[in-house]
């Protein structure tokens, strides 16, 4: 089955101890992204990542690492967590946009991670 | 910069009654238009998408939506909701031609459909 996953789903933590989020696509996708829900904020852009060892800042990368060292995984990591970063955290793939057709515009989510920081 | 706004932040609704969701957008480049729906505790799930041609398109779940260039809007509809269509839903835009295809979303509006 073609899907992004995300581990773990939940997490509690606290204020300054490092964590990682992993997330995996199974579809040879080139193009992966981070994004972070809020409460009337919709969705917002961390990074994202158009292949592998290439990465750059999304809308609001502050206080937020990546890596990218395998087309499939997009590990996104909190090097010193602070409240404020408490969110719902969601990884998305894409298809090129061109070479895929009407489909490379979609983007295909994960579960999600739910994290809270106290 | 690109901008959505998601007129209605709650819509309740009776089972098999008719739904409109509200999208308006503002970007000053060409944008491509998404609607994605959130079931409780899951991902977001694409529900359609417009990006060139007919003005109407038609989704999943018996979703459609209009585009209308001159009202900048994009509003999402379905003649019979069902129980199972109470989520929350989003409307996303998306920049022709960019690399970074950073989707802008709308705060999103939550369906809820009674019996």
């Known amino acids: 089955e073609a899907q992004v996953t995300q581990n773990p789903r939940y997490l509690i933590t606290v204020t300054g101890k490092k964590l990682t989020v992993t997330c995996s696509q199974n579809m040879n996708h080139e193009y992966m992204s981070w994004y972070r829900q809020d409460p009337g904020l919709g969705l917002r852009q961390i990074y994202y990542s158009m292949n592998v060892e290439v990465t750059d800042k999304g809308d609001v990368p502050e206080g937020y690492k990546v890596s990218r060292k395998e087309k499939r995984n997009f590990p996104l990591i909190l090097e010193s967590p602070s409240p404020n970063q408490t969110s719902l955290y969601f990884c998305?793939?894409?298809?090129?946009?061109?070479?895929?057709?009407?489909?490379?515009?979609?983007?295909?989510f994960g579960p999600g991670t739910r994290l809270t920081v106290t | 910069a690109q901008s959505v706004t998601q007129l209605d932040s709650q819509v309740p609704v009776f089972e098999e009654a008719p739904v409109e969701l509200r999208c308006n957008y503002s970007?000053?480049?060409?944008?491509?238009l998404f609607w994605y729906v959130q079931y409780p505790n899951q991902g977001l799930q694409l529900l359609l998408k417009?990006?060139?041609?007919?003005?109407l398109v038609k989704g999943i779940n018996g979703f459609e939506a209009e585009f209308n260039k001159s009202q900048t809007s994009f509003h999402l509809r379905k003649p019979s909701v069902h129980i199972s269509d109470t989520a929350e839903y989003f409307c996303?835009?998306?920049?022709?031609?960019?690399?970074?295809?950073?989707?802008?979303f709308g705060s999103g509006t939550r369906l809820q459909v009674q019996p």
């Open positions: 417009y990006l060139s041609g007919s003005t």
């Open positions: 970007s000053s480049v060409s944008v491509y």
């Open positions: 996303a835009v998306l920049p022709y031609l960019t690399g970074r295809r950073a989707l802008t």
């Open positions: 998305a793939s894409s298809p090129p946009g061109l070479a895929g057709g009407s489909r490379g515009y979609e983007q295909y």
